[in-house]
């Protein structure tokens, strides 16, 4: 896909996502053979449920249906919202995931697996977990300092919290 397309399908179906409550977070073409497939990814501070994606759905369709941003072929219209390991771009992807276990590259090289805290305009505080019946170590990341991040799927995520409590 073009990045004039891309920017023409952003410029065109981003006010619909907004008013729905919802960011845009990501637009992708695929085409196989003669196939095509727009897949457009919407999220929130508290997610979006299936009745929000349906809404949103039939209101880009509409759009698309009136205007020739995708052409005169035939294509098809996938919306969802980002996976269980999604990458962490912006500023606010890091706010939505805090309490979140996040595997990080860091500029200096080298990898951090840690739990986001806090997040701040510059940066991120995170727990380290400890290993081999170490205690958990506290690390202040630098948005700078960070090349790529990606949240981490726990299955059985230990918490003392919740635990005592029960």
Not at 13 to 21: D, R
């Amino acid at each position: 896909m073009s990045t004039t397309q891309s920017e023409r399908l952003r410029e065109l179906l981003e006010p619909l996502v907004t008013s729905q409550g919802l960011d845009l977070e990501e637009i992708e073409v695929d085409s196989v053979g003669c196939k095509r497939v727009l897949r457009v990814v919407v999220d929130s501070d508290t997610g979006a449920d299936l009745d929000q994606i349906a809404d949103v759905s039939r209101a880009l369709s509409a759009k698309l249906d009136e205007t020739d941003a995708m052409g005169a072929g035939e294509y098809t219209l996938e919306v969802g919202t980002p996976g269980a390991e999604r990458p962490l771009t912006e500023h606010r992807h890091y706010v939505r995931a805090t309490d979140r276990l996040a595997k990080f590259q860091l500029a200096e090289g080298g990898e951090l697996v840690a739990r986001i805290l806090k997040v701040d305009d510059e940066g991120i505080d995170t727990e380290v977990p400890g290993v081999k019946g170490r205690k958990a170590t506290a690390r202040r990341l630098a948005f700078d300092d960070i090349v790529r991040a990606r949240v981490q799927v726990e299955f059985s995520r230990k918490d003392n919290k919740k635990e005592e409590e029960a």
